[in-house]
T-cell receptor, first 111, second 111 residues
Framework: SQTIHQWPATLVQPVGSPLSLECTVE??????LYWYRQAAGRGLQLLFY??????ISSEVPQNLSASRPQDRQFILSSKKLLLSDSGFYLC??????????FGDGTRLSIL | KQEVTQIPAALSVPEGENLVLNCSFT??????LQWFRQDPGKGLTSLLL?????REQTSGRLNASLDKSSGRSTLYIAASQPGDSATYLC??????????FGSGTRLQVQP
């Protein structure tokens, strides 16, 4: 069966520090991968999606970037975090038009 | 640009009541519509997926309908239980393969 892992589960970082959140999928190949953010009091917003290794599409201009170094690995990064980067970050995967499956999320707090 | 609206934003009902959650969307060119459940501080659990060509899907006490012509979907929960308390999210998959989410309905079922 397929599983998706996100880590860390929670993270507290100072403003201006770098960020690296990792997401891996097991049990499938060539999945579509997604990063979403859920800010306090707001809905889920798509940040990035990827249909293959090295193929990243960005949905909103921001302080973040994404990379897909391997087929089932998706990384969300920042060189210098802002207060506005705080939120709940969710990774998801899908195949074709099948349902998207979400990880347990990373709660990021910026101090 | 797809816009998804969920009404009501919050709902509190006594245990055993049947209830309906509403979702409306502006662009009917969709691949599918998904209903998710999110418990506080947790990731998303997929409840039901309705393909573009379908009218409804059922799973246990849950029934979701889709009317593309009017841009509406409803999630019907029969015989609600305290364990149903969560935020329910409606999401549409369009040409970008990524999901556009509504802001959710926060449901509280009182024992």
């Amino acid at each position: 069966s397929q599983t998706i892992h996100q880590w860390p589960a929670t993270l507290v970082q100072p403003v201006g520090s770098p960020l690296s959140l990792e997401c891996t999928v097991e049990g499938t190949s060539n999945p579509n991968l997604y990063w979403y953010r859920q800010a306090a009091g707001r809905g889920l917003q798509l940040l990035f999606y990827s249909v293959g290794i090295g193929q990243i599409s960005s949905e909103v201009p921001q302080n973040l970037s994404a990379s897909r170094p391997q087929d089932r690995q998706f990384i969300l990064s920042s060189k210098k975090l802002l207060l506005s980067d705080s939120g709940f970050y969710l990774c998801a995967w899908s195949r074709g038009d099948q349902p998207q499956h979400f990880g347990d999320g990373t709660r990021l707090s910026i101090l | 640009k797809q816009e998804v609206t969920q009404i009501p934003a919050a709902l509190s009902v006594p245990e055993g009541e049947n209830l309906v959650l509403n979702c409306s969307f502006t662009d009917s060119a969709i691949y599918n519509l998904q209903w998710f459940r999110q418990d506080p501080g947790k990731g998303l659990t997929s409840l039901l997926l309705i393909q573009s060509s379908q009218r409804e899907q059922t799973s246990g006490r849950l029934n979701a309908s889709l009317d593309k012509s009017s841009g509406r979907s409803t999630l019907y929960i029969a015989a609600s239980q305290p364990g149903d308390s969560a935020t329910y999210l409606c999401a549409l998959q369009g040409g970008r393969r990524a999901l556009t989410f509504g802001s959710g309905t926060r449901l509280q079922v009182q024992p």
